[in-house]
């Protein structure tokens, strides 16, 4: 879930390519083929994932008739070129219009109605603002949207030696699962098929708990966690609150219940905050209060079929990437909805691994006002649709 305060700021190839090779030690698998074959594995066997511009190549291990890839695989990536997704929060009504005249990116929300069983193109083009802004329907509209922008770069003179460059993704939240899709973890389908009950489960569980979420504006992460620890001081152990959203500096979302919240609001200025915003979300996102949303998730996760992505996407909860399959299924199910975003160190560490050139793929342009706030000089482009 993306809960955040719009930041007003301006925003403004080479690619990296790496060859990764594992041993079977590397896999914590046993070391021989001998020792394979006796617990009825078969010899490692090498594969390798098309991408026109690009091969890596990968060393996988078959136990039974599931492969086994290294969860470590990415874990020195270099970045030159990122392709940023955005999460909830960036929706606005009229998005989705320009996707039409590019008929690979209409195909996109042709797919959707179907699998959604309504109109999706409708609502993101015509509103009301209301409706496009309940989770239920603000989600798949932004990771359709997200998608249909990577349709339109790829019509765009040049805009497809920019879509072979890229050699790292990720999204802030919802825009995780955009990510993973692009860098072909699972299919479009299958993608918004979670997306459409990620949610509908974390509508759910909000509708269980009276909960609610804050943007605190002007404070380091240190402070923001004071007026919390102060807040829960007040409040009973169910009206909690914590950091949800690590965004960027200055710009910390906290969510729990109600009470908490309020809490949080009354002791904002003597923390020196220079303003709180209470953020029209459903629920206390990123919190315990998403539990009940777990159990459907993961059941859903269980039944896809989630591939090793292509380029390194990298997680909101730990800001690494991951290649293990059943990992990114785990994070996606629990970790993911009720483990706090942390969009400042991902970001903060693409910058800091030497990231050249990103581009802000869907609707809004808040992800390149973050990184602007965290780098006035780092190079992003926004792409919309």
């Not at 914590?28 to 690009?54: I, M, Q």
């Not at 998608?147 to 050699?167: F, M, N, P």
Request: net charge neutral; aromatic share 6%.
């Amino acid at each position: 879930m993306h809960t955040l305060l719009h930041l007003r700021l301006a925003s403004s190839a080479n690619s990296h390519y790496s060859l990764f090779a594992m041993s079977a030690a590397s896999l914590a698998l046993p070391s021989s083929l001998s020792s394979l074959r006796a617990n009825g594995a078969a010899p490692p066997r090498c594969f390798r994932l098309h991408n026109p511009s690009r091969s890596r190549v990968f060393m996988s291990v078959s136990v039974g008739s599931q492969a086994v890839v290294d969860d470590a695989l990415f874990a020195d990536y270099k970045p030159t070129s990122a392709f940023l997704f955005p999460g909830q929060g960036a929706q606005a009504v009229g998005m989705g219009k320009e996707a039409q005249s590019v008929p690979a990116a209409a195909e996109l929300y042709k797919k959707a109605n179907d699998i959604l069983g309504f109109d999706l193109l409708d609502v993101c083009i015509n509103g009301p603002k209301e409706k496009l802004d309940s989770t239920v329907i603000s989600q798949p509209a932004i990771y359709v949207t997200s998608l249909a922008a990577v349709e339109l770069l790829r019509t765009r003179d040049g805009g497809q030696q920019i879509i072979d460059s890229v050699d790292v993704t990720c999204g802030l939240s919802l825009g995780e699962y955009t990510a993973l899709a692009f860098a072909g973890a699972f299919s479009f389908e299958e993608g918004l098929k979670l997306v459409k009950l990620r949610g509908e489960a974390m509508q759910e569980a909000a509708d269980a708990a009276k909960s609610a979420m804050v943007s605190v504006i002007g404070l380091d992460s240190e402070k923001v966690q004071q007026l919390c620890d102060a807040a829960n001081q007040e409040v009973d152990e169910a009206d909690n609150v914590q950091i949800a959203n690590y965004l960027c500096p200055g710009n910390y979302a906290v969510s729990g219940g109600v009470k908490g919240v309020e809490a949080v609001e009354a002791k904002a200025k003597s923390f020196k905050a220079r303003m709180t915003v209470r953020l029209a979300v459903a629920g206390a996102f990123h919190t315990s209060f998403m539990d009940p949303a777990v159990s459907r998730l993961e059941a859903a996760l269980a039944a896809t079929q989630v591939r090793t992505p292509r380029i390194p996407v990298i997680s909101n909860v730990d800001a690494q990437p991951h290649a293990d399959s059943e990992t990114i299924k785990n994070i996606l199910a629990r970790q993911q909805v009720t483990s706090p975003v942390q969009w400042e160190t991902t970001v903060k560490t693409l910058l800091t691994k030497g990231l050249k050139k990103s581009y802000e793929l869907g609707p809004g342009k808040v992800i390149a006002g973050i990184v602007k706030r965290m780098d006035k000089g780092a190079e992003i482009e926004n792409i919309g649709a």
